[in-house]
């Protein structure tokens, strides 16, 4: 019956979030629905002790990140710089490859360091205005920035910096290169079939007439630029380009800079207790912030007309789809804390570790607890908090080395935790200003390519014994 109730409350809300309603409003529901059915007495008590502390506290840590990356899109958008990338990408790859080249630039920014979220931003302008010239069907665009955001750069090659391939090293003593050849072998197969199915996707829509769709029935398209001569595309992707830098070179300076704490006196009157900022928890945070300040700072400082034209307006837009992402993301984080607070769930990680092979249990319990709590990140950590010493004892057992533990752990987190209730493709879908019937298919065809690719790895370490 427990188990029964957590199923009911994911089923849910992917219900309510594939029709359109609003996750901010019914992950509280579904959530705190599951208490009521489970324990009715701790429904209040979860809602303000679980529920509500991890949504602000995901605020606390992450809105400025959805605000700059936010405010960084909109400038990119305000100064002409996409319009410019654009064009250069046409000419250098032919309108029939857009869907490669935006693909190719969420890979780059992602592969150096930028924040999934911040990428969703970044890029939109950029697709839609070649899909736009290209003619290709807007409802592709979440797919397409989905396959290289979401998939091969974020935790299959190896050294990427995301969070999902940092996590394991702290329980199988790794570091992010774990296992390369796997992780390269993963990303190429997710990397090819995805481009393969994304564009047969784009064959079918123009052999059917369809176009990139209706200005009418558009939702958040970005505003035509207003100046007069588009930049040089050097100066253009420059600011691109230095949030990828900076992002890298913050992460070195902060900690030698701030040591691995730091403490300040928050009053000049009275004796206030000093605030102590754990700088080694916040250094990707501030990494990331700063390095969006870079890119801000850069498109103003080569595009202060035209952007400053249209700047108040624009960025009204911006801070307003910054805070929609933000409360529907941080809703999902409650949600998730909560389902993984309830019986229901040991429930289904118990049933899970019953799987025979070692790097099939690892792989299955962690896109399961990844696709319950609907985030990648969240799911693995419950996973291998739980459950690292019995995949380690089983992989010493059959003779497996902690590194493909690693990357399997790795690239199953971001399996299935694209369901439409992840926060993640929620944003996606805000910011394209797409429905999740208008477009979850296609990202919903890259998660089951994403997900059978460790499948794949599983069978070359096998069949190999490739590391």
Request: hydrophobic share 55%; net charge neutral.
């Amino acid at each position: 019956m427990e188990f029964l109730i957590v199923l009911a409350a994911l089923a849910f809300l992917m219900l309510v979030a594939y029709r359109g309603y609003s996750v901010i409003l019914f992950a509280p529901v579904a959530a705190l629905g599951a208490v009521l059915l489970t324990d009715p007495s701790l429904v209040a008590p979860m809602f303000t002790g679980l529920f509500m502390d991890k949504m602000v506290g995901f605020l606390k840590n992450y809105f400025p990140v959805f605000l700059l990356g936010a405010i960084f899109g909109k400038v990119i958008e305000l100064s002409g710089f996409s319009k410019s990338i654009v064009a250069a990408t046409i000419r250098l790859f032919g309108a029939s490859r857009a869907i490669l080249s935006i693909v190719i630039v969420c890979a780059l920014l992602t592969y150096g360091g930028v924040s999934l979220f911040v990428v969703v931003f970044a890029v939109y302008p950029f697709a839609a205005e070649l899909f736009r010239q290209s003619d290709i069907p807007k409802r592709l665009i979440p797919g397409t920035i989905a396959l290289g955001a979401f998939t091969f750069t974020m935790d299959a090659l190896p050294g990427t910096p995301q969070i999902q391939n940092i996590i394991p090293t702290t329980f199988f003593g790794t570091n992010t290169w774990a296992a390369p050849w796997l992780g390269t072998i993963g990303g190429i197969f997710i990397l090819a079939v995805g481009l393969a199915y994304l564009d047969w996707r784009r064959r079918v829509a123009a052999r059917n007439g369809e176009g990139y769709g209706e200005a009418s029935t558009l939702v958040n398209e970005p505003a035509a630029f207003a100046g007069g001569k588009l930049a040089h595309p050097a100066i253009a992707i420059l600011p691109l380009v230095l949030v990828g830098v900076s992002n890298k070179l913050f992460t070195d300076w902060i900690p030698r800079y701030y040591g691995d704490t730091h403490a300040f006196d928050p009053a000049v009157i009275g004796n206030a207790a000093p605030v102590v900022q754990q700088v080694s928890s916040v250094t990707a945070i501030w990494a990331v912030e700063g390095a969006l300040l870079v890119g801000i700072l850069t498109v103003l400082a080569f595009a202060w007309k035209p952007v400053m034209t249209t700047f108040a307006e624009g960025t009204k837009t911006a801070i307003g789809g910054a805070l929609l992402a933000a409360m529907n993301t941080a809703s999902e984080y409650g949600f998730g804390a909560v389902i993984a607070a309830l019986p229901g769930f040991l429930v289904v990680a118990n049933a899970l570790g019953a799987i025979p092979n070692p790097l099939v249990n690892e792989a299955v319990t962690v896109t399961a607890l990844a696709g319950i709590t609907g985030s990648a990140s969240g799911g693995m950590s419950i996973a291998l908090a739980a459950m690292a010493d019995t995949f380690i004892a089983n992989a010493n057992a059959a003779g497996i080395p902690m590194e493909v533990l690693h990357r399997v752990a790795a690239m199953a987190s971001g399996g299935m935790d694209t369901l439409p209730h992840n926060g993640a493709v929620i944003t996606l879908l805000a910011v394209t200003g797409l429905t999740h019937r208008q477009a979850y298919k296609d990202i919903f065809a890259i998660t089951i390519i994403k997900t059978l690719a460790v499948m794949v790895i599983i069978g070359v370490f096998y069949a190999t014994g490739l590391v």
